[in-house]
Each structure stands twice: as structure tokens, then as C-alpha cells.
């Protein structure tokens, strides 16, 4: 396998990951805007052992993961005492005190990042992302996963009938964490350096477009818009000089002036993201497709359900 | 002594930048029940257009630079479009259905749409680097017993104060304002009394893209250089002081955003410059754990819907 297919593998593999960390407190009815602050806990974390006490790849995640679950464990509760756009500005602001923190940390490494010895090769990230996948999966299959749902469509209904929405959504906060710091030490082993920069405010905004996009009723959602967002600058490739041409002209350019490509995948997620929540809030992947989708048979057909319901 | 003054004038003049976003925030938040993330956004765009007209001109018909004053106006128009522009397509599709908690987040989440959009175009169109506005003399500065105060910025102040001083009013006095709080307090109720959302809810966005557009090239003048990052910065500490100053207060959001300025300056005089980020999200965290609806805010306001 060529290293370009290995990078776009690693790639996609952390974004999956970190689709799902974020889809987690989302199913339970709360927006997570601080993505980036709680994967900066996990790649700090693991990058910190590696280089300074040179600890192994198999002892820096699973201590990444552990400590950011604590950290989001005990975030949550101050952070669920806010409800809608205080929660949304609570995160966000987490994020901003997680970077400004490790920016002024000299042991850390502060504004020059840190570099991080022990490598992993592409098949731990893709391996990680298969077995996160198939645990998110299970995990939505079970009754957590129910009550999750119950808890994102009313939370009173759910209190009442004596479920711990709390509990619950504290849960999905820490799970979620430990899964963002999962993303974060596979980021920091993969490619050997981390910057507080490359965590910022940007990074939460795309995770959470992702999620959102994708769909936040199952698990499928986030999986099917991490992979579309990160596979469209390839196909992007092709594309990109026409639109280029005709873009230089609406807007009145003399002269050359050096744009990155990554920019046009911004401008078309936002596009789409527009689009969608306009035409299909509810995701690109619902919940009704997923079970019309199903290949088993059913004890009463769909349509009655529907019709009665 | 005379260097602290210096700092909390300093503070003042940046918290003034900051007042006007943060103003802008509040409005759509406190009639609309929405946080609008374009706003930094239309901020920046304010500031980049006003660059790059005075520069190259208008595309098609107007080629070659333009003079500054006629570039600022031309810029704040282009900006209040902007905003009708993201009205139409994220606020007009908000419909809230009962039993889904995160169907309330769907202005907020096409306007993070919008925040893509408008700076990836910027960053395409006019490139990523940081230009120089070829403004008045942003250093013509007046010394008041030793304290350094930069003429434009003092302007700048006045206005803004004036423009709150002025809205404060309309929401008060005016028919239109009667109708935007009688939306705030209940739009369904507003409805069936008469008040027309679809045509009062364009006023908020085209006063959004009013302050907006004033703020970009405020700042463009004041600080005499644009970049398509400027939003960012301004935006997020914007955030800050309005929610210090609570949500739907437009005196809180001038009070909060001073505070915001006040604190920056002070914590690079004292600690450093590098302290900054967590001196001002450390107080805004501090303050939606102890005292969500800030120093002025309303507490039913932002709880239920975003």
C-alpha cells in the first residue's frame, strides 16, 4: 500500500473515531461544540509519556483515553447544568481554556508543540476505528443505547418514567471523552507531532458538522458523514480547476493570489449543511431508512405502523 | 501608573470592537432565540471588502481602487446583504417540532454553514494573508494628561455608544421594536396578534449586518490591517462579553464587552500576552457555571431553544 493511501486511511480512521465521540453526548440531546478541547487532552496525553518517559504505544492510549474520560466525566457535571445555547457556548469555551492552558504549559511544550517518538503504522487507527464502530453499534443496540434515544426526544417523558437522564448523559459525556482521547493519542502517534494549534475551534465546528450531516438517529450517521467529508478533497481533485477559473472571475481578481485547496471542501460542507437543514434536518441517515433497509422479516409490515401510529 | 491608564484606555478602545459584535450577538439572541455564528463572519467580510475595494475596485464595472471612505460604505452595504442573504436560508427554516431536542439547533447549525461558506469564499477569493487597509492615519493620536488616545478609535467609541444608545431606543419606543420584543417574548402569541415575523425578523439580521459591517471597518481602520482570520479572535471574545453581560441585554453586551477588553489588556500588562485565552474563557466559563444568565441577562432566555 502506497503511503498516500495510508495517510488518507489514518486519516479517516481518527475522523470516524472522533465522529463517534462527539455523536455520543449528541444522541442524548446535548450539542458538543468542544470537540477539539478533548481530543487536545488525549494527544497531549499520550504525546507527554512518550517523550518524556519514552512509555510504549500500548500504554500511552489506553492512559490518553483514561484520562480524557475523567476529564469529560468531570466536566460533565458542571458543563449539563447549562441547557441549549449556554451548553452549546459552555463546550465551546471549554475548548478555548483547554488550548489556551496547554499553550501556556512550558511542559507541554507551549506554541512549539511537542514531538512524539513512538510511531504507529496506518493498521492501528483503521484496526481502532473498526473495533469503535462496531462497539458504538452495540452499544446503541443495548438498552444504554435505548435510553439514550429516550433521553434526546424528551427528557421529562424519560425522567418520569424513572430513568437517570443525568446519569445518563454524564455517561455519554465520559464515553464519548475517552473515545476523543483515543482520537487524539492516534493523532499524536501517526504523525509523530501535535500543536495546540491544530486543535482549534474550526476542528469542533467541522466534528460536529460531520455528525450532524451524517445523522444523529443511529450509528450509521456519523460513520457515513466522516467518510464522505474526508473522501471528498480526492474527488475534489478533478474538479477543482473549472470551479477555480470561474470563481477568480465573479469575484474580480487581478492578479494571482495563492489559495489553499482545502478551502473548497469547507465551502462545500457548509453548502451541504445549509442544504440539509433546509431539506432533511434530520440527517442524510434516519432511522426509518435504516430499518426499511433491513433484510429480516417483520411481524407487522411498516405501513400499518405507520398508519395507525 | 501612568503606563496602567494606558492599558485600561487601551482596553477600552479594543472592548469598543467587541461592544459592537457583541451587540450584534445579543440582538438575535434576545428577540430570535438564536446564536448566529455568521456574525463573526460578516465582521471579517466588512473588513476584507473594504480592503480589497480600495485595492482593485468593483469587478465589472468599476475596475481599479477605489477611494477609502466610498470603499468602507460600499463594504457595510455588501455586508447588511450578506445577512438578509443567510435570513432567508437559516432562520426562515426553523421549524420546531416537538420531540426532538436537537431540532432547535437548526438555525444554529446552517449558520456554522454560512461560517464556512463566507470565509473559505473570502480565503479563495483574496487569499489567507494579512493586507494592509491603506485607511487614514490609524497613529494620529491626541495626549491627554500623558495618556496616548488614537483620535479614530475615540470616534469609534462614540459611534458605537451612539448606535446602542439609538437601538436601545427603537427596541423601547418604536413600533418595530414592539413587535421585535413581542416576538421575543412569544412568537406564536405575536402571530395571532397581529405581528408580522417575516417582516420584522429581517430587520434584526439587516441590524446585525449593520453593526457587523460598522465593527469590520471600525477595525479596519483603527488597527489599519485585515485578514480573513480577523473574525475568529473578535468573534469568540464578542461571545465572551455577551454572555458576561447576559444574553438579550444589549447594555449588558456593552457593559460585558468593555469587561472583555478591559480584562485582556490588563492580563497582558500583568501576566503576558500568552495568558490572555485563558484569563477571557476562564472568566466566561466561570461565569456559565456560577451565574448562567450573566450580570444582566434574563434567565428564561437561551435555555430552551439554541
Redesign the interface.
Known amino acids: 500500500m502506497s503511503g498516500y493511501w495510508a495517510g488518507i486511511l489514518t486519516i479517516l480512521a481518527i475522523n470516524v473515531i472522533m465522529a463517534y465521540a462527539i455523536f455520543l453526548p449528541?444522541a442524548t440531546?446535548q450539542?458538543n461544540l468542544g470537540g477539539a478541547g478533548f481530543q487536545a487532552v488525549g494527544a497531549y496525553g499520550a504525546a507527554f509519556l512518550s517523550s518524556k518517559y519514552g512509555l510504549s504505544v500500548w500504554l500511552t492510549i489506553p492512559f490518553a483515553m483514561a484520562l480524557t474520560a475523567l476529564v469529560s466525566f468531570l466536566i460533565a457535571f458542571?458543563l449539563l447544568?447549562?441547557?441549549?445555547?449556554?451548553l452549546?457556548?459552555?463546550t465551546?469555551?471549554?475548548a478555548?481554556?483547554v488550548?489556551?492552558?496547554i499553550?501556556?504549559s512550558t511542559m507541554l511544550g507551549?506554541?512549539m508543540g511537542l514531538s512524539v517518538p513512538a510511531f504507529v503504522e496506518y493498521q492501528v487507527p483503521v484496526v481502532s476505528a473498526l473495533v469503535v464502530t462496531v462497539f458504538i453499534f452495540y452499544l446503541m443496540a443495548t438498552r444504554f443505547g435505548l435510553v439514550m434515544r429516550a433521553a434526546?426526544?424528551?427528557?421529562v417523558v424519560t425522567d418520569l418514567m424513572g430513568v437517570n437522564v443525568l446519569g445518563i448523559r454524564v455517561a455519554a459525556f465520559a464515553i464519548g471523552g475517552a473515545l476523543a482521547g483515543l482520537a487524539g493519542a492516534l493523532y499524536a502517534h501517526s504523525f509523530s507531532f501535535v500543536e495546540i494549534q491544530g486543535f482549534n475551534?474550526s476542528l469542533s465546528?467541522y466534528v460536529?458538522?460531520y455528525v450532524?450531516l451524517g445523522g444523529?438517529q443511529t450509528a450509521w450517521g456519523p460513520l457515513a458523514g466522516a467518510i464522505f467529508f474526508t473522501m471528498l478533497p480526492e474527488a475534489l481533485r478533478v474538479a477543482l480547476p473549472a470551479l477555480?477559473g470561474w470563481?477568480?472571475l465573479?469575484?474580480?481578481?487581478?492578479g494571482a493570489?495563492?489559495?489553499?485547496d482545502e478551502?473548497?471542501r469547507?465551502?462545500i460542507?457548509?453548502?451541504?449543511?445549509?442544504l440539509m437543514?433546509?431539506f432533511r434536518?434530520?440527517g442524510l441517515i434516519t432511522r426509518v431508512m435504516v430499518e426499511k433497509l433491513r433484510f429480516r422479516r417483520r411481524t407487522v409490515p411498516l405501513v400499518n405502523v405507520d398508519a395507525h401510529a | 501608573m501612568m503606563l496602567f491608564l494606558q492599558q485600561v484606555s487601551n482596553g477600552i478602545m479594543l472592548g469598543s470592537v467587541y461592544v459592537t459584535v457583541a451587540v450584534a450577538f445579543t440582538l438575535t439572541?434576545g428577540v430570535l432565540?438564536f446564536?448566529n455564528f455568521t456574525i463573526p463572519t460578516l465582521f471579517m467580510l466588512a473588513g476584507m471588502l473594504a480592503w480589497a475595494l480600495s485595492a482593485?475596485?468593483?469587478?465589472?464595472v468599476h475596475?481599479g481602487p477605489m477611494p477609502w471612505q466610498a470603499a468602507l460604505l460600499f463594504a457595510i452595504g455588501v455586508t447588511v446583504v450578506a445577512s438578509l442573504f443567510v435570513e432567508r436560508?437559516?432562520f426562515r427554516?426553523l421549524?420546531t417540532r416537538y420531540?426532538?431536542?436537537?431540532?432547535?439547533?437548526?438555525?444554529?447549525?446552517?449558520s456554522?454553514?454560512?461560517?464556512?461558506?463566507i470565509?473559505?469564499?473570502i480565503?479563495?477569493?483574496?487569499?489567507?494573508d494579512t493586507q494592509r487597509f491603506p485607511g487614514p492615519q490609524a497613529d494620529l493620536s491626541v495626549n491627554i494628561g500623558g495618556i496616548f488616545l488614537r483620535v479614530p478609535q475615540l470616534i469609534s467609541l462614540v459611534i458605537v455608544l451612539g448606535i446602542v444608545a439609538g437601538l436601545n431606543w427603537v427596541l423601547r419606543h418604536s413600533r418595530i421594536g414592539r413587535g421585535l420584543r413581542a416576538i421575543a417574548e412569544n412568537p406564536d402569541a405575536a402571530n395571532i396578534l397581529g405581528v408580522e415575523a417575516n417582516k420584522l425578523v429581517p430587520i434584526v439580521f439587516m441590524l446585525t449586518g449593520l453593526l457587523c459591517g460598522l465593527a469590520g471597518v471600525l477595525f479596519a481602520i483603527n488597527y489599519g490591517e485585515v485578514s480573513p482570520q480577523m473574525g475568529?479572535d473578535i468573534g469568540?471574545k464578542a461571545?465572551?462579553g455577551m454572555?458576561l453581560g447576559g444574553?438579550g441585554s444589549i447594555w449588558g453586551a456593552v457593559i460585558g464587552g468593555l469587561a472583555i477588553g478591559l480584562t485582556e489588556m490588563l492580563t497582558i500588562h500583568f501576566f503576558g500576552a500568552?495568558?490572555?485565552?485563558?484569563a477571557v474563557?476562564?472568566l466566561?466559563?466561570l461565569t456559565?457555571?456560577l451565574r448562567?444568565q450573566g450580570l444582566f441577562g434574563h434567565h428564561s432566555i437561551?435555555?430552551?431553544?439554541?
Open positions: 449528541v440531546g450539542l458542571p447544568r447549562t441547557k441549549g445555547v449556554y452549546v457556548l459552555a465551546f469555551a471549554f478555548e481554556v488550548g489556551g492552558a499553550l501556556n507551549g506554541p434526546h426526544d424528551d427528557d475551534a465546528i460536529l458538522l450532524l444523529t477555480k470563481m477568480g465573479a469575484m474580480g481578481i487581478q493570489r495563492t489559495a489553499p478551502s473548497w469547507f465551502v460542507l457548509g453548502v451541504l449543511t445549509v437543514m433546509m434536518s434530520e | 439572541i432565540n446564536l482593485w475596485g468593483v469587478p465589472f475596475a436560508f437559516t427554516f421549524k420531540g426532538d431536542a436537537t431540532e432547535h439547533a437548526i438555525p444554529l447549525v446552517s456554522l454553514g454560512f461560517l464556512l461558506i470565509e473559505n469564499l480565503r479563495i477569493g483574496y487569499g489567507t475568529d469568540s461571545i465572551a454572555v444574553l500568552d495568558t490572555v485565552q485563558v474563557w476562564g466566561l466559563l456559565l457555571f448562567p437561551g435555555k430552551g431553544k439554541l
